[in-house]
């Protein structure tokens, strides 16, 4: 089990992403639009870099939703792949039956 604060502080991060995206879409667009003044640029790469670093996507961690373990997780159960042989084995998961040739 992962520290509750490790997965707080990756809860807290989720959610700045998401009240951040817009802003930091729109600011992006006006960065990588060579059309507009070069002034105009660098005011929206000052705006950008004074949002704070974990509104950004690449900063969350992607952990297991029972644990919290933040390595060996498949993306499409997010569960680690410990609790996946787990529930897997108990039935819990559908369609999933142990490998066996």
């Not at 000052?46 to 961690?61: E, M, Y």
């Amino acid at each position: 089990m992962a520290k509750k604060s490790a997965i707080e502080k990756n809860q807290k991060r989720k959610r700045m992403v998401l009240r951040d995206a817009k802003k930091r879409a729109a600011l992006r667009a006006t960065i990588r639009d060579l059309s507009l003044p070069a002034e105009e640029r660098f005011t929206a790469q000052l705006k950008l870099s004074s949002l704070p670093r974990n509104g950004a996507k690449i900063r969350v961690r992607n952990r297991c939703a029972l644990s919290g373990r933040p390595r060996a997780v498949y993306r499409k159960f997010e569960l680690s792949r410990v609790a996946l042989r787990e529930l897997a084995s108990s039935g819990y998961i559908p369609g999933m039956v142990k490998s066996s040739w």
